[in-house]
Nanobody, 126 residues
Framework: QVQLVESGGGLVQAGGSLRLSCAAS????????MGWFRQAPGKEREFVAG????????YYADSVKGRSTISRDNAKNTVDLQINSLKPEDTAVYYC???????????????????WGQGTQVIVSS
């Protein structure tokens, strides 16, 4: 198992930036592909970005593509999500998650991620 703890959320004005961080503990972090998801009130949890075990592959949802960067540091057991040009529609609770299975592609499905953090709230004011 791996335990995940997110940080870095907060209140930010539209157009601003945030860097979310997820710290992992437990089993070897490099065994997991990692993803960031978000859930807005009244909406389903949605994929935001994913990164492969080594960090060599990344994938982004269209909603954040071009203004977000996911990165990981396997030596520090962390995965970060930088989001720029924030919009009010980015308001949500953001979760990091770990996928223990090797796949030929990065999964965007929440059901494929077995381990989840508690989430960090991001509020973007207009």
């Amino acid at each position: 198992q791996v335990q995940l703890v997110e940080s870095g959320g907060g209140l930010v004005q539209a157009g601003g930036s945030l860097r979310l961080s997820c710290a992992a503990s437990g089993q070897t972090f490099s065994r997991y592909a990692m993803g960031w998801f978000r859930q807005a009130p009244g909406k389903e949890r949605e994929f935001v970005a994913g990164i492969s075990r080594t960090g060599g592959r990344t994938y982004y949802a269209d909603s954040v593509k071009g203004r977000s960067t996911i990165s990981r540091d396997n030596a520090k057991n962390t995965v970060d999500l930088q989001i720029n040009s924030l919009k009010p529609e980015d308001t949500a609770v953001y979760y990091c998650a770990a996928d223990p299975l090797w796949r030929p592609f990065l999964s965007t499905a929440a059901k494929d991620y077995d381990y989840w953090g508690q989430g960090t709230q991001v509020i973007v004011s207009s």
